[in-house]
């Protein structure tokens, strides 16, 4: 079955103790990006790479870091959380040419305490 | 700054009525606009628009662009209660960056 999985789902952590969401697709899709979304905000945009080693800033990619060192797989960084990352997660991906539609994983939802 | 607005941001029908959901956008170097439904979990792809002038189609469901003044609608016909989720609207550039309008939270009523 096709589709993107991430973990874990959920994560309540405290400030400053790094962790890392992982994201792993099996389309063989060379677009893979990472969003967040929150109330009022709908979902922003916070890294998308490409294809691998290739990867670039969204619209809020402060306190995030990505690496696509394979095809399948795009984690996310949080090096230092803070509260304000309490969020709901998602990671996508799709074929990379011509903006095609994206494939969502179910979402991880982060508190940071 | 690029942006998507959706209007409105909520709404509450019964069921069979006909809704009209509107995205307008400013994106640099337009590439596509594409809706999505939310229900509970994962956004779900609807349709993909690039052209304009032509509705895409898929059961009660259309929608279709307006290029020139920076627009599209989702129509929903007949309405059921399985059609309650939350619609978001995006628009890409071509650099394939895309950006979300905050969703319009739709609730069908039995």
């Known amino acids: 079955e096709a589709q993107v999985t991430q973990n874990p789902r959920y994560l309540i952590t405290v400030t400053g103790k790094k962790l890392t969401v992982t994201c792993s697709q099996n389309m063989n899709h060379e677009y893979m990006s990472w969003y967040r979304q929150d109330p009022g905000l709908g979902l922003r945009q916070i890294y998308y790479s490409m294809n691998v080693e290739v990867t670039d800033k969204g619209d809020v990619p402060e306190g995030y870091k990505v690496s696509r060192k394979e095809k399948r797989n795009f984690p996310l960084i949080l090096e230092s959380p803070s509260p304000n990352q309490t969020s709901l997660y998602f990671c996508a991906s799709s074929l990379g040419r011509f903006n095609q539609p994206q494939h969502f994983g179910d979402g991880t939802r982060l508190s940071i305490l | 700054e690029d942006k998507v607005v959706q209007s409105p941001l909520s709404l509450v029908v019964h069921e069979g009525d006909t809704v009209t959901l509107n995205c307008s956008y400013e994106v640099t170097n337009f590439r596509s606009l594409l809706w999505y439904k939310q229900e509970k979990k994962a956004p779900t792809f609807l349709f993909m628009l690039t052209s304009s002038g032509i509705e895409k189609k898929s059961g009660r469901l259309s929608s279709i662009l307006d290029k020139k003044e920076l627009f599209s609608i989702l129509n929903i016909t007949a309405t059921q209660t399985g059609d309650s989720a939350v619609y978001l609207c995006?628009?890409?550039?071509?650099?394939?960056?895309?950006?979300f309008g905050p969703g319009t939270r739709l609730s069908v009523l039995p």
């Open positions: 995006a628009a890409s550039n071509y650099g394939q960056n895309f950006v």
